[in-house]
């Protein structure tokens, strides 16, 4: 079984200022992981992915996010947040073994909210 | 690529009626996704199927639910007899079969029961 934390409900942070959302999970497998965001009353977009390779994955916006396994974690990074990144952000993971052919197991999510 | 395709967006019934949701996937994709979503909560992995076969569907949340997908294409989600619990986002997902594919999500059918 896994599971994923989301350690803050909420991360409030000034415009152009960095950001880290945190996520660590648990799990007796080997994972797969993610990011995702949600817009109020939309579906979950992918942010990014990590799948195997280097540890440390990049968006096309800015994000990026750092594998640790040791620490079992999965943190999410902008070091300049804009008003338009204000969502809901979450993290999810997916059993390796089953070659992500699963359902992914979410985090409770991170509302980032940016203030002017 | 014109997504994934969920109808209706808004759902209002009563409590003790039959719903029925559809999700059109992303046309290549051979496997598709049902979640719950509560709010403040991440979604919650229903069931999911790889072409027109169900191969996981000990999540789903009661003998009330149950999802179909006749011809590997589109499907649908039914709730019989709706409970106030059941209240809640559903979104739909898919993917392309293969190692490593992401899912990708519809924007959801938002379930309101009065």
């Known amino acids: 079984a896994q599971s994923v934390t989301q350690l803050d409900s909420q991360v409030p942070v000034f415009e152009e200022a960095p950001v880290e959302l945190r996520c660590n999970y648990s799990s007796s497998v080997s994972v797969y992981l993610f990011w995702y965001v949600q817009y109020p009353n939309q579906g979950l977009q992918l942010l990014l992915k990590y799948l195997s390779g280097s540890t440390l994955v990049e968006s096309i916006n800015g994000f990026e996010a750092e594998f640790n396994k040791s620490q079992t974690s999965f943190h999410l990074r902008k070091p300049s947040v804009h008003i338009s990144d204000t969502a809901e952000y979450f993290c999810a993971v997916s059993d390796l073994e089953r070659g992500g052919a699963d359902g992914l197991t979410f985090g409770k999510g991170t509302h980032l909210i940016i203030q002017p | 690529d014109t997504g994934v395709s969920q109808n209706p967006r808004h759902k209002i019934t009563k409590r003790g009626q039959n719903v029925t949701f559809r999700c059109d996937p992303i046309?290549?994709?051979?496997?598709l996704y049902w979640y719950r979503q509560t709010l403040g909560q991440g979604p919650e992995f229903l069931t999911y199927?790889?072409?027109?076969?169900?191969?996981?569907k000990s999540r789903l949340l009661s003998d009330r639910f149950s999802a179909e997908r006749p011809k590997g294409s589109f499907s649908t989600l039914e709730i019989q007899r709706t409970e106030q619990g059941d209240s809640a986002m559903y979104l739909c997902?898919?993917?392309?079969?293969?190692?490593?594919?992401?899912?990708?999500f519809g924007d959801g059918t938002r379930l309101s029961i009065l």
């Open positions: 046309s290549e994709h051979n496997r």
């Open positions: 997902a898919s993917s392309p079969v293969g190692l490593n594919q992401p899912q990708h």
């Open positions: 199927f790889q072409n027109e076969a169900q191969l996981e």
